[in-house]
Each structure stands twice: as structure tokens, then as C-alpha cells.
């Protein structure tokens, strides 16, 4: 049966704005949605109040609102527009809530439109914890023992029945919102008030801990004849008790034994099934007790997820876009494999590759915060690698996160003694697997680790063999290491980088030119859903060290665009939005665009958006042999953000062709000390200011430009490690703290501006005309990061002759910088 053809319009619910536990992967399911919707001839009118999102870009959808995500906005929108149908599983948490609310106020009946895709009673059985629970329990599905509260008293009785440790989970919250473990009595009055807080509905579930199982979760797809397929099983690393947003995560599932799988997989077809009225994308989490295989379902999302935004890019399968046409009323078996283009839709990847997820944090933002983790979902991105084997995966996800790992290991930098790493070991905290490695280069047990960890013996294992080839080439230097011991190495994911560490005698480039040498080079596998079964038309390839090379070049001219990596505080999905508009561009004008980035939740890493693209780390080594492979006329760095200009210096160095603005002029811009330099020949008022590479020189310039200071490293992002001091006690802690961190970074010096009004310009010069796009006021005044301020467009409270003073200083430094592309300028 095809489409329903009485849906002529649909509207697509958002998820506003990006916070913990919900980012981009909603904006990229929502324009995978629209455009699939679109495709089919229907009408798409989209509502999300996030101006960052290529979800509401104006090509997206036939009508986009930037309203907030509350009722009243809906019901303008319904006044405005036919609408037949609402599409809510595409806005996370967020819009399940709201779709509910303008249901529980006859809103959608009274403008006759339905919801596809779920209904009612199908988002109340999988999120209201207690129905969740009963449901099961008449399913015959496992549960672990709980009670469902909805007053403080009741709570605390509940506890006491079942016995510690406890866990305590809201109903309809996102990100394990408000949830929590209780270890014992002290801890329960805090946990419970903060979990009956955080439910819209007032409810908790108390629920027995089930701590050091196992954890998985499956992402399926079902439409309405009840045809179900599994996408992709997911392993958690990481044992219970870790949200899985923060849950290293690997696929395929690693350490299931094939009766738990079936298992699982038959639980969760007749869960999936048994849902109701279904049609789309759903996730669903078991765990496992590893002594005997005992099951019991922890949850259910009837919408897609963070998980399967990676599910997509693991497998290669669009889950969204496929979700949303089972929406529409068609069937799996009516729809065409996207990959292959000769199959049908209803198939279940096979992967002969594995992925690593592994989640970014920014705790160094926040100084005193709890770094450990749990219930509460706390990291602010993630990173996808591909490798063939499980050491290789692992290492390049390391190597993609921008936090200065060279692959598993922080050299240097983790100079704990044995006892301090198993006492870290027992709390699981961001950096636990870079410690695991340290213990076990220290020689402890994998069976201790295990012990302390609950982390499957298998993973540790196979940490272990890395930290095994890792011992056997610190005993060796550049020249006298066998060829096949460095082929090995490759293979694990060692990066040339670390290896030189290791050697200690040695650059990266010579270790390259080392391999090279010896033909150990990467080679470009496809993801292609079906482990090579069918011929696949995907052009999504990752890199291992192998003999065949699938990736084929060809002799169209080529722009490769460098990706932002993980989203973390100050770098989110803005450079997501610019990068898919490079991608549209490179195309229009006739060339072979190839996207490079590492971020599952992005609408850039999409296998249909750019001509070719390459999963893979935005780091030197991986990025080289690209280019060494495909000879591009150049690399657009200006649309990946921080991450993507910190690799300019080196595209310059060989000799690659930058496209837009040259890597002196960009050093001018993010070198504090030139740009200053720059304003002064250019007679355009500065600060005072001076440079220092130590502290004695950062105190001798404070006392000339006079306190207080603002300190500041040249190449940084959102403001890192930025500090307004005010003695000289204070300048030297923040100048050795930047030593340390940033060692050899130039440091800015220069007078703070106090009580100043902030306002920013964003321009764009082609070479020849300078247009002004925007003036924005700050409403805080200077020493509040633009980032973090609230800003006005119109500016308000500026004079024309303010205004036109900026755009004439703007319009001078960008012909001195002589920019091509975009530039923003902040004025006090």
C-alpha cells in the first residue's frame, strides 16, 4: 500500500534550543524528515526557535517558524496554515511534550490534524514510567523491581520495600533528567525531591539499581503492516549505571552470546509491535546480568534519538528519512535501500567494520563541578570512528575528540601513582578510559580492573593487546623498528604522533615519510550497509591499513571542507550550518565537494549531502593523506570553526591551496599581538597592549597598560582559558596556568575595558565589495563572552554615527586582511 495521499501538509515540531542530553542530532533527523516529506510532493511546515539548526534554513522546509516551542505558537501556526498532520518524533523529548500538551487541550482536533508516525497512547506507554512497567509486565518482558511514586511519603516507603542501592527516574524527562542512584538511607530525601521536581507529571519510578550489568541498545524501525527490522545493536562499554549519552558505545554489539541476542532482539520486535498505533524510528534499552544472561528492558523511545543519528552513520542506513515516509504510510518493502539503490528498505545492515562512539565533555569550563558520571547525562557532544578492528576504532575516537590525545593515552600528562589510578578507576569520570590504559601499563590485572570497572573483560582485553604493542615500541626508536612492527602499530590506530612520542627521537612528518617508505599507507574502505553482499552506490568511506582501496578518484576538480569535529561549549552546530551550505555551494559551482568530519549528530556527515565523505578524524595525519589521495584544488577551512583553522598552518606549510581568506592573513586575525599591530598602522583605536611568552613579561606589560588586565591566548575558542585579573598575584597564576595548558602560546596582555558597551559586525568581502550583514548590540556590557551575552539585532542604543564609524573600521580591516568569505568584528 503506498502513501496515504490525503496528507498534503505536515508540520514537523522541533527541539529549541541545544542543551545537554538534546543537540543536533534533532536538527539532523528533522531535516532528514523534511526532506524526505518533500521529496513525496508534501508541503512542510517547520517550527524550532533555533537559529543555529540547518533544520530552519529557508531551504529546508516551505514554511519555517522561529517561534518558541509552546502551544500558542502551534496554534498560530494552525490558524495560518492547512495543516494535515503533525510530525512529532522528530524533536526529541521536547516535541513528544509539546505534541502532548496541545493534545491534552483538544488543539490538534480542533484544527482537524493528526499525529503521525505515534499517537497519544503510544508516547504515554513508553514514557510514563509506570505504564512502562505494567506494560512490560503483561508482555512478559523482565522489568527490575520498582514502585511508581508521586509524593515525597510515598517515595521514601517505596525505598525502604525494595532495599538500596535504588534508582530513582522521572517520568517524561530527557537526558536522564533529575534521575539519580541512592547508595543509601542519607541520600534518598535529595534524590527524591529533585526527581519529583524534574517530572512534568510529578512522578517518579523507584527502581532496584541494577549496577555492573550490561548495557544495549537497539534501534529498529516498524511500519504500519507491523514490519519490524533491527538497524543496529549497540554494546555500552560502559556498564549500568552511566547514561548511554555518556556511555563509550561500540557497534556491532561485541560480547553478546548469540541466545542472549536472539533474545533480545525477539523482545524487542514483539515490544516494538506491541507499542500501538507506531510507524517510524524507536530505540530500545535492555540490560543484562553478565553471570547468567538474565534480561530485563529498562526503555522505550517512540521517536528517533542521539542514538539513532549514530545508528544512521554507523550503518549507513537514514533512519529519519526512512522513518518519515513509514510515516506517510508507506511500508518497509515499498521503499528503496538508499545505499544500494537495488534493494528494498527492509534489510538489516550487516557491518564488516567497527564503530566507537565516544561522548566530548567540557568540565574544565565549569571549575568545582562533579565530574562524575551517571543517570544525569553530562557530556555536550560526541565522536564516531571506524575502524576494522575494535583497537583501531578506539584509538582514532581518541584522536578526534580535540582535547590533545594523540590515540589511547595522554602522554605525559597522567602521572598518577598505582594507588591513585585504582582509586580513580572505582569512580567512573570522563578520562576512566585513558586511566584503565595507565593501569594497565602500571601492570594491573585485567581482572582487577574488571572488578573495579565492571567493564567486560573482552574490552579490557583488548586494551591490553594496545598496551602490549605500545610496551614493545617504546623499546624501540624510528630506525630500528621492524617494518611489520610499525604496520601492526598502524593497524591498532596508532597515530604517527604518538608514535613519535613513543620513539622519542622523532617527528610526525618523519615517521610518515618512514612508512611511506615502506608502503604502509591508508587505504579508503566504504560503508555500505550490507558488507559488500550488493554493489553499493554510497560515497561514505573510512580508513584503515589494508591492501585495497575502494575509494575511487576522479578527475572532476575537487574542494574538500574541514568539519568542526565534536560539538563542545563555544563550537556547536553553527559550523554544521555553514558546512552544508559550503557543500550546496562547491556543488553549484561545478566542483567535487568532499566533507571531512567526525560528528554523527551533523546534517554535514550525511552519506547524501557532499559528493564524497570521509568519516574520519579532523586531525593532521588523517587529513593529509586525503588530500594526498584525492589532490584537491584546495581546503576550505573557514566553516569548521577553531578546530579546522588550528590545521591551516600546516595545509600552508605544504603547500595546499587555502580557498578564501591566506593562512597570513587569518595568523593576523587570530594572533593577538599582530591584529593589534595591524589596528595601529591602520590608526583604529586598540586597547593597550603588550605580548609575553613568561610571567615576568606578562607583570612588566600589566604595569604599563595598568590593571585591570585581560590575559589571553592567541588560537583558542569560545573565550578558553580568557581571564580579566587584577593584581599581579592573580596574573601570575593565570599565565602559568596558560604555560602549562597552552605551552609556547603567544599571551595577549591588554587594558580591560571596564563598564564599556559590546556590540559585534559580521561582514563578508569578496576582494572588491564589503557588505555588512548584521550590527548587533550587546545588552551586558564588555567582559561577558559574546557567546554568553543577549544580543540585539537592530542595535538599539547606538547612534548612526557609532554604527558607521564600525562598518568603516570593519570595512578597513577587512581590505587589509584582504578576506575572502566571512568576517565578525567585536567593538567596545
Known amino acids: 500500500m503506498p ?37 513525496e510532493g508534501i508541503k512542510v511546515i517547520l517550527i524550532n526557535s533555533n537559529p543555529a539548526t540547518i533544520m ?3 531551504m529546508m522546509a516551505d514554511r519555517v517558524y522561529l517561534l518558541p516551542l509552546t502551544v500558542e505558537s502551534i496554534e498560530q501556526i494552525l490558524e495560518e496554515n492547512q495543516i494535515d498532520a503533525v510530525l512529532p518524533t522528530m524533536g526529541g523529548q521536547t516535541a513528544l511534550n509539546l505534541c502532548k500538551e496541545v493534545d491534552e487541550l483538544g488543539i490538534w482536533e480542533k484544527y482537524n490534524v493528526r499525529l503521525i508516525g505515534v499517537d497519544i497512547k503510544a508516547i ?72 519529583l521536581k524534574a517530572s512534568p507529571i510529578h512522578e517518579v519510578l523507584v527502581e532496584k539499581a541494577v549496577l555492573g550489568w550490561k548495557e544495549f541498545e537497539l534501534e529498529l524501525l516498524r511500519d504500519k503492516n507491523n514490519n ?7 554494546e555500552n562499554l560502559d556498564p549500568m549505571g552511566i547514561h548511554t549519552g555518556d556511555s563509550i558505545t561500540v557497534a556491532p554489539a561485541m560480547t553478546l552470546s548469540d541466545t542472549a541476542f536472539q533474545d533480545m532482539r525477539n523482545k524487542a520486535m514483539m515490544m516494538m509491535r506491541d507499542l500501538g498505533n507506531f510507524a517510524g524510528g524507536c530505540n530500545v534499552q535492555f540490560s543484562l546480568n553478565p553471570e547468567n544472561e538474565e534480561l530485563i528492558a529498562i526503555e522505550i523511545n517512540p521517536r528517533v534519538s542521539r542514538s539513532s543519528a549514530l545508528a544512521s552513520k554507523a550503518t549507513g542506513y ?19 535501500n538508499q545505499i544500494t539503490r537495488t534493494t528494498s528498505a527492509f534489510f538489516e545492515p550487516a557491518l564488516d567494520y567497527v564503530i566507537v ?40 575516537a581518541c584522536q578526534s575528540l580535540e582535547n ?40 594491573v590485572s585485567v581482572k582487577h580492573i574488571h572488578q573495579l570497572t565492571y567493564i567486560d573483560r573482552w574490552f579490557l582485553h583488548q586494551i591490553q593487546d594496545i598496551v602490549n604493542l605500545e610496551k614493545e615500541l617504546l623499546e624501540h626508536d624510528l630506525e630500528s623498528i621492524p617494518v611489520d612492527m610499525l604496520r601492526d602499530a598502524k593497524k591498532m590506530g596508532f597515530s604517527d604522533k604518538q608514535l613519535a612520542v613513543l620513539f622519542g627521537n622523532c617527528e610526525e612528518e618523519e615517521v610518515y615519510e618512514k612508512r611511506k617508505g615502506h608502503n604502509i599507507v591508508r587505504t579508503y574502505k566504504m560503508v555500505d550497509t550490507c558488507s559488500a553482499e550488493f554493489e553499493a552506490k554510497t560515497p561514505y568511506f573510512y580508513s584503515t591499513f589494508d591492501t585495497e582501496n575502494e575509494s575511487t578518484v576522479t578527475d572532476k576538480k575537487k574542494i574538500i571542507v574541514l568539519g568542526s569535529g565534536p560539538n563542545r561549549i563555544g563550537q556547536g552546530i553553527e559550523f554544521d550550518y555553514c558546512c552544508t551550505h559550503g557543500l550546496q555551494a562547491i556543488q553549484d559551482c561545478g566542483y567535487e565537494a568532499i566533507m571531512v568530519n567526525c560528528n554523527p549528530e551533523t546534517v554535514s556527515t550525511d552519506f547524501d549531502m557532499a559528493n564524497k565523505l570521509y568519516f574520519e578524524p579532523v586531525f593532521w595525519e588523517h587529513l593529509w593523506e586525503i588530500i594526498e589521495l584525492e589532490k584537491p584544488e584546495g581546503v576550505i577551512v573557514q566553516l569548521g570553526g577553531q578546530t579546522a583553522l588550528k590545521l591551516a598552518k600546516r595545509l600552508e606549510e605544504k603547500g595546499i591551496k587555502i580557498i578564501g581568506t591566506s593562512f597570513d592573513n587569518m595568523d593576523i586575525a587570530e594572533d593577538r599581538g599582530r591584529f593589534s599591530d595591524m589596528l595601529k598602522e591602520l590608526n583604529i583605536p586598540y586597547p593597550k597592549y603588550g605580548t609575553a611568552y613568561n610571567t615576568d613579561e606578562a607583570i612588566d606589560v600589566a604595569k604599563e597598560v595598568g590593571y585591570p588586565v585581560l590575559v589571553r591566548p592567541s588560537y583558542v575558542l569560545g573565550g578558553q582559558r580568557m581571564r580579566i585579573v587584577i593584581n599581579e598575584e592573580e596574573l601570575e597564576e593565570s599565565v ?93
Open 3 to 39: 502513501k496515504d495521499s490525503s496528507i498534503k501538509s505536515v508540520l514537523i515540531i522541533g527541539s529549541g534550543p541545544i542543551i545537554i542530553g538534546q543537540a543536533c542530532e534533532f536538527d539532523y533527523s528533522g531535516s532528514q524528515a523534511a526532506r524526505s516529506l518533500r521529496e
Open 56 to 58: 530552519t534554513d529557508p
Open 124 to 195: 504515554d506507554k513508553a514514557e510514563d514510567r509506570e505504564q512502562f512497567r505494567q506494560w512490560m509486565i503483561q508482555l512478559g518482558v523482565p522489568v527490575a523491581p520498582a514502585r511508581t511514586a508521586n509524593s515525597f511519603l510515598e517515595g521514601k516507603e517505596f525505598a525502604q520495600e525494595i532495599g538500596f542501592p535504588l534508582v530513582i527516574r522521572p517520568s517524561f524527562t530527557l537526558g536522564g533528567t533529575g534521575g539519580g542512584f541512592v547508595h543509601s538511607k542519607d541520600e534518598l530525601d535529595e534524590a527524591l525531591d529533585r526527581g
Open 228 to 234: 519490524v527490522v533491527i538497524i543496529c545493536t549497540v
Open 318 to 336: 537514514p533512519i529519519a528519512k526512512i522513518a518519515a515516509k513509514l510515516a506517510i504510510g508507506y511500508t518497509l518493502d515499498e521503499l528503496e
Open 357 to 396: 562512539k565516544m561522548p566530548r565533555w567540557n568540565f574544565d569550563k565549569f571549575k568545582g563541578a562533579d565530574d562524575t558520571l551517571g543517570l544525569q547525562m553530562k557530556s555536550v557532544g560526541e565522536v564516531m570512528a571506524i575502524g576494522r578492528t575494535f583497537p583501531e576504532a578506539l584509538q582514532k
Open 404 to 443: 590533545d590525545a594523540l590515540g589511547l593515552g595522554y602522554y605525559g600528562k597522567s602521572l598518577l601513582k598505582s594507588e591513585q589510578l585504582l582509586e580513580k578507576l572505582k569512580r567512573p569520570t570522563w578520562d576512566r578510559i585513558f586511566r584503565i590504559k595507565d593501569a594497565l601499563m602500571a601492570g
Open 736 to 828: 602559568l596556568s596558560l604555560l602549562k595548558h597552552l605551552p609556547g602560546n603567544k599571551i595577549l596582555v591588554d587594558h580591560f575595558l571596564d563598564r564599556c558597551q559590546e556590540a559585534e559586525i559580521d561582514g563578508i568581502f569578496d576582494g572588491t565589495d564589503f557588505h555588512v550583514m548584521g550590527v548587533m548590540e550587546h545588552i551586558e556590557p564588555a567582559g561577558i563572552h559574546s557567546g554568553d551575552s543577549h544580543a540585539l539585532l537592530p542595535a538599539f542604543n547606538l547612534t548612526p554615527i557609532e554604527v558607521t564609524t564600525m562598518e568603516y573600521y570593519a570595512e578597513k580591516i577587512a581590505r587589509a586582511l584582504n578576506i575572502r568569505g566571512l568576517i565578525n568584528i567585536q567593538f567596545a
